[in-house]
């Protein structure tokens, strides 16, 4: 899947607009009003104004999400062979760009519990190319406050290319934060995430796709619904960047639930208008979930037994998890 995105959240799916995984590096400016809920819990604005104001400024390929001026020698079948995405486009842009802030303007506004949860966040891949996987580490190191990100685990699926070996081992010492797993023959996605699963440290897991770029205040939402109501499952809305010149958009139809057809193929379905928020920027449920990136309860995620095992490839591990939480919870 290629895709990058808001986030969203979900009860047992369960999705809504504030938050969106799409990347950059900023410090967190600890200056924030505080507001209080009915119970006395109080409320933070989680956005670090700083960085947002420095990504602002920034110019060069790719940034701000603009596409990038490709030319007939950079379209060559060979720099999507390998990635289905055109890497020598994806190396000739930072790894710490600039995005632009598509979501709905009621998010700038949001406001989320001040104590929140850490989490742990895995990441597995195999064979990914350099650029579009460090991408994906920068955007999630540079937007995320760093006392919410317990860890971030890459978690190899058994990789044969010589620079996610040492290279990358050598490149990610520079982040303490960060660490890597390998399996040791070919398991797929679902057992290589399971794995990741088992050494997570942190009170919640969020699982992401290898490339994929975080884009502002994405992760405090997330985190957020999960504190009010641990059996609550968080998935993301998905933005879109584009496979040949990166260029980021938003997904067609914005914000929807998710649902299937008889044959399993996973649906995206408007939100019914009895379902509808009077504001457009709040959480909403849905059938089932998307099932490449969410956030679930660290321990919630094992009482309903993680992933089975037995599944050897993508596409149905979204409704399992679904159904698991409808029978659980």
């Not at 990058?4 to 938050?19: C, D, N």
């Not at 966040?121 to 919410?148: D, M, Y």
């Not at 928020?277 to 969410?294: N, Q, R, T, W």
Request: hydrophobic content about 35%; charged content about 30%.
């Amino acid at each position: 899947m290629w895709g990058w995105q808001r986030v969203s959240t979900a009860v047992a799916p369960f999705h809504g607009r504030e938050h969106r995984v799409a990347g950059v590096k900023g410090s967190h400016s600890r200056q924030k009003k505080t507001f209080f809920l009915g119970d006395g819990q109080k409320l933070k604005d989680w956005h670090d104004k700083e960085a947002i104001q420095r990504d602002a400024q920034r110019v060069g390929n790719g940034e701000q999400g603009r596409p990038y001026p490709m030319t007939d020698a950079e379209r060559v079948d060979q720099a999507y062979r390998e990635n289905g995405f055109n890497i020598y486009v994806s190396d000739k842009i930072s790894l710490n760009r600039s995005l632009p802030d598509i979501r709905h303007p009621n998010c700038n506004s949001k406001r989320y519990l001040e104590t929140l949860p850490n989490t742990s966040i895995i990441i597995p891949f195999h064979n990914e190319g350099w650029s579009s996987l460090l991408r994906t580490v920068h955007s999630v190191l540079n937007r995320s406050p760093p006392e919410l990100v317990a860890e971030i685990v890459l978690v190899d699926d058994f990789s044969d290319r010589e620079h996610l070996k040492k290279p990358l081992e050598d490149y990610m010492a520079l982040f303490p934060s960060v660490r890597i797993l390998r399996t040791k023959k070919r398991e797929g996605l679902i057992r290589t995430r399971m794995l990741g699963a088992s050494v997570a440290t942190g009170d919640v897991i969020t699982f992401l796709d290898s490339h994929c770029e975080a884009n502002v205040n994405w992760l405090p939402p997330l985190l957020d619904r999960i504190a009010r109501n641990r059996k609550t499952i968080v998935c993301p809305m998905i933005d879109v960047i584009d496979h040949d010149d990166f260029r980021y958009e938003t997904q067609a139809g914005d914000a929807m639930r998710g649902a299937f057809d008889w044959e399993m193929y996973y649906k995206r379905i408007p939100i019914p208008p009895e379902l509808q928020k009077a504001d457009p920027s709040d959480p909403f449920e849905s059938p089932v979930m998307a099932g490449g990136l969410f956030a679930v309860d660290r321990k919630w995620f094992w009482e309903l037994g993680g992933y089975d095992p037995g599944l050897e490839i993508w596409g149905g591990e979204q409704y399992e998890i679904s159904f698991k939480c409808y029978q659980e919870d």
